[in-house]
């Protein structure tokens, strides 16, 4: 049997073999180290690169590590597309966090309002749909209808925030009085800018308004109305002693009004004075003339200055010293602007008693005018009186006048001049001397004084002197005393009650009688200035339907034409037929019949006072009249 071969032991091979060995872990981990480190530095380049500092990065293997908070949400999803441009993708492992973002603030509700003669247009964010829908039935109601109103509002689900509800109801129940506007509505503040049809309107809108405001709303408003057309434009001044006073005072805006106002206080004027702004401006630099010409009658010392247009008139106190005076024109006239003309005037008085001839005319509050005085030559005196009669009336003039040749130049054109300033009072008197036209009195005219001045630098010319002194007195003033409309209805429906507007039978033809009763009713109408009125015909109901129908419009048209040939302004006023259809009393007695044959008089209210359809009336009345034969019974309905 043979062993088997046993083969030697070779320690020195084992050690070789086991030497490699450590020498290859030696080698691997080295080698995992310097992997390690060319990933991070090469990522942590590449991050400085983008300015991305946040980001930490360490290496483990074959793995890059990134942490850190990012900004936001992008900034972080960059962080990780900027190492994959480095090492593989699959190598990079997301450990960054995202900064928490901050809370969303609740959107800035606000609505823009735009109301003009097409319609109403919204445009803005509110909150809720529930308050949209609201303000939609409201602005439909405002607007006339859904075709009228133009809705771009959008709408954010939060709370309706603090003040906004308050905001809201103000703005909506302001703009049913302006026609004209653009309203912003914010939380706790609304924003009106609207336009009025004059002054008046402009100062009631305001005072109304602002009398509305709740009291955590606050109200930023401006109104304006359109300026008034001033011509010749006017200012009127006089000193004397210290005291300072306009007589007239015209300014093309509002900062003219103030630089004249100031020079006028530095003058000497104590308390408010009123500058009208309007247009007719001959120049923009007015305000810079009438400051210079107020400075020049306060260098003087006293007298008065009149601008109209670009001509000045500048007269001084009687007497003055001559040096002193030449001065201050000389330095006048350089300082007026280049389109500026001045004339000035030193009065000399001289020893002696002089006979200052005089004219004079007096108006009484009844409208009688008496006229005393002195004229040159009959003629004169024929043409002086039926001036004043074209003035004042023929049956109110009382002539006391005498007849003399010692007059000056121009005198009956002073004198014509005068009677057409007191044609602007109520009452007053008006004197003509040599020097000066005096006028003095009271008007119910807040201008009356503008006005006046006016008139007198217009005839005058610019180097005459006249004196105003007019008050103006609120009883006086017939806008203020107008009759209400209820006032106005009542007098009618007296007037109506004696006697009725009849008609020619089964015609829309007034019968003769009717003329007294219509002339009653005309001159109440014009007393009682642009009221809203319907005028309604009725019929009692015998015959067809669409005959009285028709019946009844051509009357009301027929009262309406003969109210206007008696010079009513009818701009204002409907006529409506209706037929049989609003009886007062029983048609089946003729008394109830007669009684339902009428035209009233009806009160619109401002809403209600649109133009009717009165040519679709009147079609309807021709067709009416073609129709078959009209019955007995149809032609005995005669007007109520």
């Given at each position: 049997m043979r062993l088997p071969v046993q083969l030697p032991f070779n320690l020195p091979m084992v050690g070789t073999f086991l030497f490699a060995?450590?020498?290859?872990?030696?080698?691997?981990?080295?080698?995992?180290?310097?992997?390690?480190?060319?990933?991070?530095d090469g990522v942590l380049d590449a991050l400085e690169a983008k300015n991305m500092d946040w980001v930490e990065v360490h290496a483990e293997g074959l793995n890059v590590f990134l942490t850190g908070v990012a900004p936001q949400e992008s900034d972080r999803f960059i962080a990780l597309s900027v190492a994959g441009t480095v090492v593989d993708a699959a190598r990079v492992i997301d450990n960054m966090d995202v900064q928490a973002s901050v809370a969303l603030a609740p959107p800035k509700f606000s609505i823009e309002i735009l109301r003009n003669d097409s319609g109403i247009s919204l445009i803005g964010l509110v909150p809720e749909e529930n308050n949209r829908q609201v303000i939609l039935r409201r602005m439909t109601s405002i607007a006339g209808g859904s075709d009228n109103l133009s809705d771009f509002m959008e709408v954010a689900e939060h709370p309706v925030p603090s003040g906004w509800s308050q905001a809201l109801g103000f703005a909506i129940e302001s703009l049913e009085d302006l026609p004209r506007a653009k309203v912003s509505v914010e939380s706790g503040r609304v924003t009106i800018t609207a336009m009025a049809d004059s002054p008046e309107e402009k100062i009631t809108l305001q005072a109304r308004i602002r009398g509305n405001v709740p009291a955590d709303v606050?109200?930023?408003?401006?109104?304006?109305?359109?300026?008034?057309?001033?011509?010749?434009?006017?200012?009127?001044?006089k000193l004397e002693g210290d005291t300072f006073e306009f007589d007239a005072c015209s300014a093309d805006t509002t900062e003219a009004r103030d630089q004249i106002l100031t020079a006028a206080a530095q003058a000497g004027m104590a308390g408010d004075a009123d500058c009208r702004v309007g247009l007719g401006v001959p120049t923009p630099r007015w305000a810079d003339a009438a400051e210079v010409a107020i400075n020049a009658l306060k260098d003087l010392g006293g007298g008065s200055v009149t601008i109209t247009d670009a001509d000045i008139a500048l007269i001084s106190m009687p007497n003055m010293d001559a040096a002193r005076f030449d001065r201050v024109v000389a330095e006048t006239k350089k300082e007026l602007p280049e389109v500026f003309t001045l004339h000035a005037t030193l009065p000399i008085i001289e020893d002696g008693e002089v006979q200052i001839p005089e004219f004079g005319a007096t108006l009484s509050p009844e409208g009688l005018v008496q006229l005393r005085g002195k004229l040159g030559t009959e003629l004169s005196r024929t043409t002086i009186r039926s001036y004043a009669q074209a003035r004042f009336g023929s049956d109110s003039i009382y002539d006391a006048t005498r007849l003399t040749d010692t007059l000056p130049v121009g005198w009956a054109n002073r004198v014509m001049a005068g009677l057409d300033a007191l044609s602007e009072l109520h009452n007053g008197s008006m004197t003509v001397t040599p020097d000066v036209v005096d006028v003095r009195g009271q008007s119910g005219r807040e201008d009356a004084g503008t006005r006046i001045s006016q008139v007198l630098s217009a005839k005058l010319g610019e180097a005459e002197h006249f004196s105003l002194n007019v008050a103006y007195n609120d009883a006086l003033n017939p806008l203020a005393n107008l009759p209400t409309p209820e006032e106005c209805l009542a007098d009618i429906q007296a007037t109506q009650s004696d006697s009725k507007i009849l008609f020619e039978s089964g015609s829309?033809?007034?019968?003769?009688?009717?003329?007294?009763?219509?002339?009653?009713i005309a001159e109440i109408?014009?007393?009682?200035?642009?009221?809203?009125?319907?005028?309604?015909?009725?019929?009692?109901?015998?015959?067809?339907?669409?005959?009285?129908?028709?019946?009844?419009?051509n009357r009301a048209q027929s009262v309406l034409a003969a109210l206007r040939e008696r010079r009513v302004l009818t701009g204002n006023f409907q006529a409506v037929g209706f037929g049989e259809t609003q009886p007062i009393a029983d048609n089946e007695t003729e008394e109830g019949r007669e009684a339902n044959r009428r035209i009233e008089f009806v009160i619109l209210a401002e809403e209600d006072a649109e133009d009717s359809a009165e040519a679709d009336a009147s079609e309807d009345a021709e067709a009416g009249e073609d129709d078959a034969e009209t019955t007995e019974e149809e032609t005995e309905n005669v007007q109520n």
């Open positions: 060995a450590f020498l290859s872990v030696v080698a691997a981990y080295f080698t995992a180290l310097a992997v390690e480190d060319v990933s991070e606050d109200l930023d408003l401006t109104i304006s109305s359109p300026l008034p057309v001033i011509t010749p434009f006017t200012l009127r001044a829309g033809t007034l019968d003769k009688s009717a003329g007294p009763i219509l002339d009653q109408l014009k007393a009682c200035g642009g009221i809203r009125l319907q005028i309604q015909g009725h019929t009692d109901s015998q015959g067809r339907e669409s005959m009285n129908q028709a019946l009844s419009q």
